[in-house]
C-alpha cells in the first residue's frame, strides 16, 4: 500500500487538489517502474505516457453510464449534462483510474484530460497482419495489441501532478484515493431514508396535504424536496420565495421540520437580475452569462460569502438542510445553454477548467450556507477528489440500464450517485426502478414531471411501493456502518465486483451487479425482462430475502416484478 508523487513540467494552479480542504497523503516506495513513463510538455500541452498490459483492465473516469471496463478505449474527462455514449462525457468526470494489476493513477487536472486505455505503440493493426481485408476486420475493435500504452494527453496543460496508488486489490486502491481527499462523507442518519421531490407546481397546502398523507399511509419518507415552482423565477434563479404558491413558506417549512421531516430545495447558481444579490455578486462572476444569469466564481471567497450568507439567512435559518444544486454540469448535446470553455472568470480559471470544478465549488458554497447543519444534498457535476461531500449526483438521462451501470462505476471514483425514480411507464418500470434505488446510497424519488403527486397512484401499487420503502428501513444499519467506514477508510457504500474480486476475469465486464455495503450483492431487474444471469464470485452465497444458499458462480435468475435479486455474501 502505498502512493508516489510525480511533478511533471509546471503544474497549474486551478486544479483539484487546491479546493480540498482535506488534501493529504504519504509518500511510500512503490513497485511500478517509474522509467517506463515517458513526458512531452508540447504546444499541445503536457503528455503522459507508459506501458500498459495486455491483461491489464482499465475502470474508473468518474460517472460512467455505459461500459465499466475501458480497456482500449479513449475517454475524455469533459462535464456534460447528456453523456450520450461511452466518450468519457459526464456529470461527474474524474482523472482517476485503476486497473486490476492492483494500481491507480490520478492526474490533478481540471482540464479536458483524455485517455488513450491502450494505444498500439506502433502502427501495427491488429497483430495478426498489417492489413485489413475485409470489412468485418476492418471494424473490428481492436483493443489490446500487446505492446500498448496508456496515452494521457492533458490539452493546453503546462504540466501536471501524477499521483500513483498501489494496494491489494482496486478496492484498497480506491479507498487509498478517496483518503487523499480526507475520506467519505459524514452522512446523517436521516439521509439513508427516503427524499421524495415534489411537482413542480405543488403549492404549500399540497405539499402539506403529502406530507399529512405520506404519515397516515405507513410511508416512511423522512425528507421533501421542493423544485422550480418554489421560486418566482427558475432559469436563471430569483431565489425568492414564490408569494402565489407559497404564501407562508416558512411557516411550511417549520409545520414539516415539527412533523420530522428534513426539507431539501431545488436551485442552480445561474443568478437572475431580481436576486438581491444580484449587484453585488456580479464583480465576482464570469464573462458569460447562462440564460441571462450571473456564474458566481466560487473560487473567490467574496462570491462565495455573499452567496452562501443568502442561502443561509433565507432558507437555512428557517429549516431547510438540503439543496439540490441542478445544471452546474455542461451542455455540449443538449442547446448549449451553459458557458462556453472560452468564459473567462475573475479567479482567472477559463471556462474549460470551471466546467470540470463548478460542482465541487458549488457543494463548498452551500457547506458554507448550512454551517456545520448536517446534510445529504443532490448536485448534478462533481470531479477529482470528491468523496468527503454529502452530495449525491442524479441526471436528467432516464435509461434504467445505464443508471445501474452508473451506480457500479461511482465506486470506482469517490462519487455518489442515485438512480431516482422519475416518470416510468409501467407499474413493473415503476416498481423495478424502485428495487434499484432502494439498494442505492440515496433512496430518491422524484416526482418533479409526474402526471400523479405519486407514481405509485399512477399504476395503482401502493402497498408494493410501500412495502419496498421499508425494505430500504430495514437496510438503514448496514447503511450506517457502511458509509462510516467510506468516511474512516475511504471504501465505497457501492461496489464493482471486480474491485473486491480484482483477480477473478469473470468479473472485469460485469456491468449490471454490485457489492452494497459489506456483503451483498445486488443484481437489479429492469422492467424489460424478468431473467437475467447472475455471476456470484467465489465464496459462500445466500438468497438474501429467503435464506437459501446459493452456489458460486453464473445463474440464470427469474424474480417477479416486485423482488429484486439480492445475494448475501457469508
Ligand atoms: C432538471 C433536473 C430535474 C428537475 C428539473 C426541474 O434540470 O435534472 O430533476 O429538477 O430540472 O426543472
Known sequence: MAIKKIRIGEPESFVPSAFCKDFSYQEGEISFDLSSI??????????????????????????????INQKGKKIIIRSNADPIKNTGDSHAPVPFFVTNRNRGFYFDTARYAEFYCGYPK??????????????????????????????????????????????KNVTDVVSQY??????????????????FRTHHDITEKDVLDLAHRFREKGFSINIIGLEPGWQTKHYPC??????????????????????????????????????????????????????????????????????????????????????????????????GWSFPATAEFPSGADGEQMHNMLGELYCQTMLQALEGHETVSEV?????????????????????????????????????????????????????????????PHCLINAWNCTEICPWYLWDC????????????SLQPMLRKAFDKYHDEGVPVIRALVMDWTDDPETWNIKDEYMFCE????????????????????????????????????????????????????
Not at 401502493?462 to 428501513?473: M, P
Open 178 to 195: 478517496n483518503m487523499m481527499s480526507g475520506g467519505g462523507c459524514k452522512m446523517p442518519d436521516w439521509g439513508l431514508g427516503t427524499l
Open 238 to 335: 430569483s431565489y425568492i420565495k414564490n408569494p402565489g404558491n407559497f404564501p407562508h413558506f416558512d411557516e411550511m417549512v417549520a409545520e414539516l421540520v415539527g412533523m420530522g421531516y428534513h426539507i431539501n430545495l431545488w436551485e442552480q447558481c445561474f443568478v437572475h437580475e431580481t436576486a438581491p444579490f444580484y449587484e453585488e455578486i456580479k464583480p465576482y462572476s464570469g464573462s458569460f452569462p447562462v440564460w441571462g444569469g450571473l456564474v458566481p466564481d466560487f473560487s473567490v471567497p467574496q462570491a462565495r460569502k455573499i452567496f452562501a450568507d443568502y442561502q443561509r439567512k433565507h432558507f437555512v435559518d428557517v429549516g431547510v438542510d438540503g439543496f439540490k444544486t441542478d445544471e452546474c454540469d455542461g451542455s455540449d448535446y443538449s442547446g
Open 380 to 440: 448534478r457535476n462533481m470531479g477529482a477528489l470528491a468523496a468527503p461531500y454529502p452530495f449525491v449526483l442524479y441526471s436528467d438521462l432516464y435509461n434504467h440500464s445505464s443508471f445501474i451501470t452508473a451506480l457500479v462505476n461511482s465506486g470506482f471514483s469517490g462519487l455518489l450517485w442515485s438512480p431516482e425514480v422519475r416518470s416510468t411507464t409501467s407499474k413493473k418500470d415503476l416498481l423495478r426502478r424502485l428495487e434499484t434505488v432502494i439498494f442505492s
Open 462 to 473: 401502493e402497498d408494493e411501493a410501500r412495502d419496498l420503502l421499508k425494505t430500504r428501513d
Open 519 to 570: 456483503n451483498l450483492l445486488v443484481a437489479p431487474l429492469t422492467a424489460e425482462s424478468d431473467t437475467r444471469r447472475v455471476y456470484l464470485p467465489a465464496g459462500k452465497w445466500k438468497n438474501y430475502f429467503t435464506g437459501e444458499p446459493v452456489e458460486s458462480g453464473w445463474h440464470d435468475v427469474t424474480m417477479p416484478a416486485e423482488i429484486i435479486p439480492v445475494y448475501e455474501k457469508l
Open 122 to 167: 506502433t502502427s501495427q493493426r491488429t497483430g495478426e497482419g498489417d492489413s485489413a481485408d475485409s470489412t468485418q476486420e476492418l471494424y473490428a475493435t481492436r483493443a489490446s495489441v500487446d505492446s500498448s500504452v496508456m496515452s494521457v494527453p492533458i490539452p493546453s496543460a503546462p504540466g501536471v501532478d501524477l499521483f500513483i496508488i498501489e494496494g
Open 38 to 67: 515517458e513526458t512531452r510538455i508540447t504546444r499541445q500541452g503536457t503528455i503522459v505516457e507508459f506501458p500498459i498490459g495486455q491483461d491489464e483492465q482499465v475502470f474508473g473516469f468518474g460517472l460512467q453510464f455505459y461500459e
